[in-house]
């Protein structure tokens, strides 16, 4: 069965969202890591730091939901929401045995 493990990019409120979606999936957050916590972390602006680099949250069986919380300053501070999907290996497989 395919999995799609969706990652979401946040204006800054990727914790917030996140908190939201665990309390509705559940489960706890395979990864969670701040910007303050990057080798990069001197060239992010301080009050920028403490916000979300990576997040991921179980969403199923095998489904993982994960995200940036973007800061303003950042390459894609003029993208309000984007999402890019990761689509399992095995649908390509799939398609290729049809």
């Known amino acids: 069965m395919p999995t799609i493990n969706p990652y979401l990019n946040f204006a800054g409120n990727a914790e917030e969202a996140f908190n939201f979606y665990k309390s509705v999936f559940g489960g706890e957050f ?4 701040r910007f303050k916590d990057t080798p990069e972390a001197g060239k992010i602006p301080k009050h ?4 979300i680099m990576h997040v991921a949250l179980p969403i199923g069986k ?6 940036t ?3 303003l300053g950042c390459i894609l501070r ?3 929401r984007q999402v890019w999907d990761s689509v399992d ?3 390509r497989h799939q398609q290729q045995a049809a």
């Open 69 to 71: 919380g973007c800061f």
């Open 89 to 91: 290996d095995q649908l």
């Open 48 to 51: 920028e730091q403490n916000k």
């Open 78 to 80: 003029h993208v309000q």
């Open 62 to 67: 095998g489904n993982i939901l994960m995200a």
């Open 30 to 33: 395979l990864a969670l890591q």
